[in-house]
């Protein structure tokens, strides 16, 4: 049990950190809300969702690009931390030795959640609702909280792997920007140049989108959901094995 | 309380450590002195179980650094030249969560660091943000961050790097009131005033390897005793100069950038009696002095280099 009061004593110091940098709570708060203001208002006419209203297409994708960008902080803040000795702090304690990363990856949970509750509000005042049950709606939920999880991980890697934070931050935007628009998060992918479209259908970011679109507004699916878990799992594993060994090879320089 | 012997840590094909012995008997300041790239940093994170040895074993408080690297850490305490505190917390916020991590109770955590933010004279700052403290601040904080268990052994690497000389002159205090009350530490420092005031042995360090070893008495010993040093006011003087006082000294005077240094036996009337013959064969003296050696006598006569000019990187 003692594994877990260090998590979330760290978690807590994550967590204290947001409200205290003005930049940083903007990007939790300010960015989605103008991310979802301007693809409803400015791209929502222009683009064409049969069946669906835009708004109710748009809000699954641009939640699920949220998530994915949700873990930045991890990344900066594990580099400030490396380069700054608080790692070398950290492991000079008697405390859990993976606790450093689960504390991080814990605390932007909590973030992703403000997002989330941020982004559901503007967008019901935007027009959007639910169009499926309770049980849908959690799961859901679910979902992405647990996709935004997987990328705090993927995040944790960066953040150790880079040279600064602001390198970590460059290399973030650079990787999920074009995966997040190049998906079915913002527009179908029927109107994209065939080349295109085969990669946005091959993108798990489609399939998670896609997953969510479906219990969030009842959108057909598939397979869809099965395999959207099945690849925030995978990328969590994958990218939580890597970062634990560099997070190992980092401080033992 | 601090034995090690035999350590070794390479780095790629760079060797940051070689056959490294130190020890330390309780209460006492052993200090690592070295310029940098010396490998003291390394020393100092094989003995906080940072980092193992390739080579060599350590024991701190009893236990090894390998083998019982767990229980080594809730006896250590480490504050380093970054000062690792987070900026973006309180210092109180920081003091109680170093606490928590060494598993004291929330409420024992939070009294710690009460007394200890009022200890080190940081309770008026103790709500507000680290990253408004001054450097002298956070290096206190630091230092208090070392303390928050009562270690049995604390490890200060390079604790006065950067610091103004009054901060450096407060946190000398602090440390030598912490050893008056019986905690072994281990600083080190590329400073050889420092190593002089405050460590009881001093092991030099130098590309990797201890060079020497000793109390700071010890080591200016191997470099000879006292010395009377005379600039002139004309080099011409010089053969005159030498002349005259090596009659007075113990050996005889090198003349180097007009100054002669006179090796001598015995300091009382040196002084007095040089200024006298000096002044009959009628040699102008711009200064004069008596010169005990210091710690970068002892550093240039080992290694051939000053101890603070290297500007290496650190391994």
């Known amino acids: 049990m003692t594994a877990l009061g260090d998590v979330l004593v760290l978690a807590q110091r994550n967590l204290r950190r947001i409200p205290r940098n003005p930049d940083l709570l903007i990007s939790f708060t300010v960015q989605p809300v103008m991310f979802v203001l301007l693809f409803v208002y400015v791209f929502g006419g222009a683009i064409s969702t049969p069946g669906l209203d835009y708004v109710d297409f748009l809000m699954p994708g641009i939640i699920v690009q949220t998530m994915a960008f949700g873990g930045f902080v991890t990344a900066i803040g594990l580099s400030e931390d490396l380069s700054k000795g608080l790692i070398d702090r950290f492991r000079s304690l008697p405390m859990s030795r993976g606790a450093v990363l689960a504390g991080r990856t814990l605390a932007d949970v909590g973030t992703n959640v403000v997002s989330l509750i941020v982004m559901l509000t503007v967008g019901i005042i935007a027009g959007f609702s639910f169009s499926t049950s309770v049980l849908d709606v959690t799961a859901g939920i679910f979902l992405m909280l647990l996709f935004g999880y997987a990328f705090s991980w993927v995040f944790a890697w960066v953040g150790l792997t880079a040279s600064s934070s602001e390198a970590a931050q460059a290399i973030g935007f650079i990787a999920v920007f074009p995966l997040t628009f190049a998906s079915s998060a913002f527009v179908p992918p029927d109107t994209m140049p065939s080349w295109l479209q085969a990669f946005a259908d091959a993108n798990p970011i489609t399939t998670v989108v896609d997953a969510a679109r479906h219990l969030f507004v009842g959108t057909p699916a598939g397979t869809d959901v099965f395999f959207a878990f099945v690849w925030t799992i995978g990328i969590t594993v994958v990218f939580a094995t890597l970062a634990i060994a560099k997070y190992r090879s980092a401080i033992s320089k | ?315």
């Open chain 2, 1 to 315: 309380m601090i034995e090690a012997s035999g350590l070794g840590k390479a780095f790629g094909d760079v060797q940051a450590l070689a056959d490294v012995d130190l020890s330390a008997s309780e209460g006492t300041v052993l200090g690592l002195l070295g310029p940098n790239g010396a490998g003291k940093t390394t020393a100092v994170r094989i003995l906080t179980t940072l980092l193992k040895p390739d080579t060599g074993s350590a024991r701190v408080a009893g236990h090894d650094v390998v083998r019982d690297a767990t229980e080594l850490r809730a006896d250590i305490g480490l504050a380093g030249q970054y000062a690792a505190v987070d900026e973006n917390l309180t210092g109180e916020e920081n003091l109680t969560m170093v606490g928590r991590l060494y598993h004291l109770g929330r409420a024992a955590a939070r009294n710690r660091s009460a007394e200890l933010l009022g200890r080190f004279d940081l309770e008026d700052a103790s709500g507000r943000l680290v990253k408004t403290y001054s450097g002298g601040m956070r290096r206190r904080l630091d230092l208090a961050a070392a303390l928050v268990i009562r270690p049995a052994v604390v490890f200060l690497d390079e604790p006065t790097t950067g610091l103004d000389p009054r901060s450096r002159l407060a946190l000398w205090e602090t440390i030598e009131d912490l050893v008056a009350e019986g905690t072994t530490v281990l600083l080190t420092t590329q400073y050889l005033d420092e190593a002089d005031r405050l460590a009881d042995r001093i092991a030099v360090l130098d590309h990797g390897g201890v060079i020497a070893e000793g109390t700071s008495d010890e080591l200016k010993g191997q470099v000879g005793g006292e010395r009377l040093e005379v600039r002139l006011e004309d080099r011409e003087d010089c053969e005159k100069a030498v002349a005259v006082l090596a009659e007075l000294g113990s050996e005889r005077p090198a003349f180097e950038d007009d100054v002669v240094r006179a090796p001598i036996a015995d300091r009382r009337g040196t002084i007095a009696e040089a200024v006298r013959r000096l002044d009959a064969a009628d040699v102008g003296i711009d200064d004069i002095a008596l010169r005990r050696p210091t710690l970068d006598d002892v550093f240039l006569s080992l290694t051939g280099h000053a101890a603070e000019e290297e500007e290496t990187e650190e391994a």
